[in-house]
C-alpha cells in the first residue's frame, strides 16, 4: 500500500463523511456516482456496473466494493449476503479468481488496506460503510469476508500491530443493525410516497418509519405491513400513546391531549386529526396489517 493510496482513501472516506452529513443514513447512487476531486483529477467513488471499484489513479487494492439491491422483477448480479459468523459475505465478480477485479480484492486482504462499502437498501440508495476491511479471502468459494472496523482500524493501518478481528466483529454486528434501520426506513417511506401517513407531510428530513408493533417483540418484523410513515411528531405521540390508530385505519386522540387547550400548535398538529383516517400506501400488499394495528390499538385503549 502506497502512501499516495493512503491519501486517496482519506480523501475519499472525508467525501463519504459529507455525504452522510448531507444524506444520512440513505445515500442516493446519484450523489454517490460524480466523485470528488484531488489534486485536480476526478475520483470515482465506485462503478455503476461493477461491484468491485479500483480508480485508475490508486495503485493497489481496491476503493471500494458495492451490493446493489435490484429492481423489482429483476435478479441481484451478485450473490452478496449477511453471513452466519458475524461479517458479510461478499461474492467475487465472475468465476476467475484471477481477474483484475478479485486480484484486487485479495490485494486487499493482504495488505489489510482499508475501504469503503455501499450496501444497497432499496434500488438506488446505500449505506456507506468505512472503514471496511477483507477478513477473509476464498478463491474455492468464489467469496471474501468482510468486516467492519472503526477510526481506531484506521489508526491501526499504519502499524505493524492490527487490531484483533473481535473488534470487527463487534462493529460489523452494529454496522448491520444500522442497515436493517436505514432498509426498514426506506421502504416504509417509498411505500407511504414520503409523505407523514396522518398529515400528508411531505418532508423526508422529518419523516421515520414507525413500527407498529416494536422491534423488541417477536411480531414485531421489519416489514413494511408492520410500518407507518410518521412525521416526528406523531411517532413519537403513537409511541408513547398519546395517539392511537385502529384496525380501520382511524386516527384516535388520547382523551388526556384533548382535554388539553394551549394554543393553535396543539389543536392544528394533533387534536385535529382525531376521527380522521391515516393516508394509507398505494399499493394494497404494503398497507398496515389489521392485525398488527389491532394488538397495537389495545396498548393503546390500555393506556
Known amino acids: ?37 484531488l489534486n485536480g483529477e476526478r475520483i ?12 485508475q489513479q490508486m495503485h493497489r487494492g481496491v476503493l471500494s466494493i458495492k451490493t ?11 450473490d452478496d449476503a449477511i453471513s452466519d459468523d458475524g461479517y458479510f459475505s461478499y461474492a467475487f465478480q465472475g468465476s476467475d479468481p484471477r481477474s483484475r477485479d478479485n486480484t ?22 446505500y449505506q456507506i460503510l468505512f472503514p471496511c476491511f477483507v477478513m477473509d479471502w476464498d478463491p474455492q468459494a468464489l467469496r471474501c469476508t468482510v468486516g467492519v472496523g472503526s477510526a481506531l482500524d484506521l489508526a491501526a493501518t499504519n502499524t505493524a500491530q492490527p487490531r484483533e478481528p473481535i473488534d470487527r466483529r463487534y462493529t460489523t454486528v452494529e454496522a448491520k443493525q444500522r442497515i436493517h434501520q436505514a432498509e426498514f426506513r426506506e421502504l416504509v417511506l417509498g411505500a407511504y410516497d414520503r409523505r407523514c401517513a396522518i398529515s400528508n407531510l411531505p418532508v ?17 418484523r421489519p416489514e413494511v405491513t408492520n410500518g407507518l410513515c410518521l412525521s416526528t411528531l406523531h411517532h413519537t405521540a403513537y409511541d408513547r400513546n ?14 388526556s391531549v384533548l382535554a388539553e387547550h394551549d394554543g393553535p400548535t396543539l389543536e392544528a398538529a394533533i387534536k385535529e386529526y382525531h376521527g380522521r383516517r391515516i393516508h394509507p400506501p398505494r399499493h394494497a400488499e404494503d398497507r398496515p396489517d389489521r392485525e398488527l394495528l389491532a394488538a397495537r390499538f ?3 385503549r390500555a393506556g
Open 44 to 55: 470515482h467513488l465506485g462503478s455503476t456496473p461493477r461491484g468491485i471499484h479500483r480508480p
Open 68 to 78: 446493489t439491491k435490484p429492481r423489482q422483477g429483476r435478479t441481484a448480479r451478485y
Open 242 to 255: 398519546l395517539l392511537g390508530i385502529d384496525p380501520d385505519g382511524q386516527i384516535h386522540i388520547a382523551e
Open 298 to 300: 389495545e396498548e393503546f
Open 204 to 220: 423526508p428530513q422529518l419523516l421515520q418509519a414507525a413500527h407498529i408493533i416494536p422491534d423488541r417483540d417477536e411480531r414485531g
Open 1 to 37: 500500500m502506497t502512501s499516495h493510496d493512503d491519501t486517496l482513501r482519506a480523501a475519499a472516506f472525508a467525501h463519504c463523511r459529507r455525504l452522510l452529513r448531507d444524506y444520512g443514513g440513505a445515500v442516493p447512487w446519484s450523489a454517490i456516482q460524480p466523485g470528488f476531486e
Open 104 to 125: 484486487a480484492l485479495r490485494e486487499a486482504f493482504e495488505d489489510q488496506s482499508p475501504l469503503i462499502y455501499f450496501y444497497g437498501l432499496v434500488p438506488g440508495v
